[in-house]
């Protein structure tokens, strides 16, 4: 059974980090394109960033370049979330998922995780 595990929330003051884990199980996580969303109360679920399966390219959004850094750990089947700089807009539920090609829309993906909670508050 193909499985995401999303690990690494919490509670973090304004500017400080957090590093949210990805963890899969049932399936080789390094042959598919993985994506991390975040969904805010009351607003859509949005692409945050992605690498692809191939040569390691990454994308971010506008509001995270500079801030966040994805990257992959075939070894250990994870990808993981590096976000610096944090910001109450950065608050909300995160999710990973795995597809098949590069995109922002929750379409694009078919495996998701069950989410971990960011909160950005002083």
């Known amino acids: 059974q193909l499985q995401l595990v999303e690990s690494g929330g919490g509670l973090v003051q304004p500017g400080g980090s957090l590093r949210l884990s990805c963890a899969a199980s049932?399936?080789?996580?390094?042959?598919?394109?993985v994506a991390w969303f975040r969904q805010a109360p009351g607003k859509e679920r949005e692409g945050v960033s992605c690498i692809d399966n191939t040569v390691g390219n990454t994308y971010y959004r506008d509001s995270v370049k500079g801030r966040f850094t994805i990257s992959r750990d075939n070894a250990k089947n994870t990808v993981y979330l590096q976000m610096n700089s944090l910001d109450p807009e950065d608050a909300g539920i995160y999710y990973c998922a795995a597809g098949r090609i590069i995109g922002w829309s929750v379409d694009d993906y078919d495996s998701w995780g069950q989410g971990t909670q960011v909160t950005v508050a002083s």
């Open positions: 049932g399936f080789t996580l390094d042959y598919y394109v």
